[in-house]
């Protein structure tokens, strides 16, 4: 059972050590005493359906902040109804022999499109090429498929049939397919001027692009000037924040965009920034310069230089897998209940603590910023010491294990971009793709020193 004053030694507000706890009875009790736990007290009673006990509570107080927040808990009162229709069940795939394919798509006619995209998708991340192929030959529309037409391209590199590769790619006009003919070519020594001019044009938040300009070891910096950064009308989402109600502080933001056209100054000031950052890509009026510079935030700064020292990781490696990983959410929590900044599942978190750091395993502990931090950059750092940090950040998801065994079955892979096509776990895929963009990314902005106004002090 976590307890209060365990929590309390690791440094957290009241308010926070009662948001993780979660105990509404505690929080309605200590907001008599404590008029600054009068919006999470309230908060608690008003999910509970005890609106007037809420209500008293702010009627309690004459603060002006607390109760410029009244609007935002009560907003919460509504009740959505949905009526949940239950999905026909789809047919398992696990066949990739093109005749069972067929005789899967005989029985189940109107899931044929998806039966033959697990099937080729099955079959190619398995690397059973003969079956591949085969179910292109005996399903002519997958020809059609732009999908399916990228891990044929995909399939003749593997086979190092690199003119079929460059036949399948010559149409293709988007990232990818500029990447992987300029890759191709570069490898044959052929010339790539074409791919290349279209590859510098592709924004640095384009994973292709990325990899093109780390490939090819381009040297580009981002100058950043911050802008001094103020409240901007979004003083209810910030005490809410600082009260410790995270989540209801997006309805506060909301209006607050609605209402000001420079709202986004205030999510570098946020205790929690990862709604705002959410937000920034709702509101179309922002420029992506301001997007960029928004979004890319470098909170907890002493933590994260501190954990860089000691272990001896790169800053922005640590920013681009936090980013990935909570958004900045200090109190994320996901359906595998991996916890905090830095997303720990709890086995690894037993194992970090215990096993490898001597130190006490306290579940409350990894939804605190600096042991979040701590834990997480520790465990990237032994992670680097096995892997380039490519398959370093493949391990920090998949775990090393997994990756460790694919890449010793797969010696041919050269690079993130081999990694990144041919891994067969979507899930990495795409967390290698995001990290690595937010780390190049992070490399790139250079960032001036932030003034900030009175109103955020």
Same mark, same amino acid.
């Given at each position: 059972i976590v307890t209060v004053s365990?929590? =309390?030694?690791?440094?957290?507000?009241? @308010?926070? !050590? /009662?948001?993780? #706890?979660?105990?509404?009875? %505690?929080?309605? *009790?200590?907001?008599?005493?404590?008029?600054?736990?009068?919006?999470?007290?309230?908060?608690?009673?008003?999910?509970?359906?005890?609106?007037?006990?809420?209500?008293?509570?702010?009627?309690?107080?004459?603060?002006?902040?607390?109760?410029?927040?009244?609007?935002?808990?009560?907003?919460?009162?509504?009740?959505?109804?949905?009526?949940?229709?239950?999905?026909?069940?789809?047919?398992?795939?696990?066949?990739?022999?093109?005749?069972k394919?067929?005789?899967?798509?005989?029985?189940n006619p109107e899931f044929k499109d998806?039966?033959?995209?697990?099937?080729?998708?099955?079959?190619?991340y398995r690397q059973q090429f003969k079956h591949f192929f085969g179910l292109l030959k005996d399903f002519p =529309?997958?020809?059609?498929?732009?999908? @399916?037409? !990228? /891990?044929?391209? #995909?399939?003749?590199?593997? %086979?190092?049939? *690199?003119?079929?590769?460059?036949?399948?790619?010559?149409?293709?006009?988007?990232?990818?397919?500029?990447?992987?003919?300029?890759?191709?070519?570069?490898?044959?020594?052929?010339?790539?001027?074409?791919?290349?001019?279209?590859?510098?044009?592709?924004?640095?938040?384009?994973?292709?692009?990325?990899?093109?300009?780390?490939?090819?070891?381009?040297?580009?910096?981002?100058p950043v000037e911050n802008e001094t950064v103020s409240l901007n009308g979004c003083e209810e989402a910030f005490a809410l924040q600082k009260f410790g109600l995270d989540r209801i502080s997006l309805e506060a933001l909301k209006e607050c965009m609605q209402e000001n056209p420079l709202w986004f100054q205030v999510v570098p000031l946020l205790p929690n920034p990862s709604y705002g950052i959410k937000l920034l890509y709702v509101d179309k009026g922002i420029s992506p310069q301001e997007r960029l510079t928004y979004s890319y935030l470098k909170p907890y700064r002493t933590y994260v230089k501190l954990a860089s020292i000691a272990y001896q990781v790169d800053e922005d490696l640590i920013y681009a897998v936090m980013r990935q990983e909570s958004l900045f959410d200090r109190f994320a929590l996901s359906r595998s209940y991996a916890m905090g900044l830095m997303q720990i599942i709890p086995s690894t978190a037993r194992w970090i603590t215990e096993s490898k750091l001597e130190e006490r395993y306290e579940v409350q502990k990894f939804f605190v910023p600096f042991f979040s931090i701590k834990y997480g950059s520790w465990y990237l750092s032994l992670l680097k010491e096995k892997f380039p940090d490519f398959l370093a950040i493949a391990?920090?998801?998949?775990?090393?294990?997994?990756?460790?065994?694919?890449?010793?079955?797969?010696?041919w892979v050269e690079d993130a971009a081999d990694f990144a096509e041919f891994y067969p776990y979507s899930e990495t895929r795409n967390y290698v793709k995001k990290v690595l963009v937010n780390y190049y990314i992070y490399r790139l902005l250079e960032y001036t020193k932030a003034s900030t106004s009175a109103t955020a002090r």
């Open positions: 365990e929590i =309390e030694a690791h440094s957290l507000t009241k @308010a926070e !050590r /009662l948001s993780i #706890l979660r105990l509404c009875a %505690l929080s309605i *009790y200590e907001a008599k005493r404590d008029t600054n736990l009068i919006p999470l007290a309230a908060h608690c009673l008003i999910s509970h359906g005890k609106i007037q006990k809420a209500l008293e509570l702010f009627n309690n107080t004459k603060e002006e902040k607390i109760l410029s927040i009244a609007p935002f808990l009560l907003s919460s009162l509504r009740v959505d109804l949905e009526i949940e229709t239950k999905p026909q069940e789809k047919p398992q795939v696990k066949e990739t022999d093109p005749e394919i067929a005789s899967l798509i005989e029985n998806y039966i033959l995209y697990k099937a080729l998708n099955f079959s190619f =529309e997958l020809e059609e498929k732009p999908w @399916a037409r !990228r /891990l044929l391209a #995909l399939a003749y590199y593997r %086979l190092g049939m *690199y003119s079929y590769s460059l036949a399948v790619l010559e149409p293709m006009e988007d990232g990818f397919g500029m990447f992987w003919k300029w890759k191709i070519k570069r490898k044959l020594n052929l010339n790539f001027s074409e791919e290349e001019k279209a590859l510098k044009k592709l924004p640095i938040t384009n994973f292709y692009g990325v990899l093109y300009r780390i490939l090819s070891k381009k040297k580009e910096r981002i391990a920090y998801n998949s775990g090393p294990g997994r990756v460790s065994r694919w890449i010793k079955r797969n010696t």
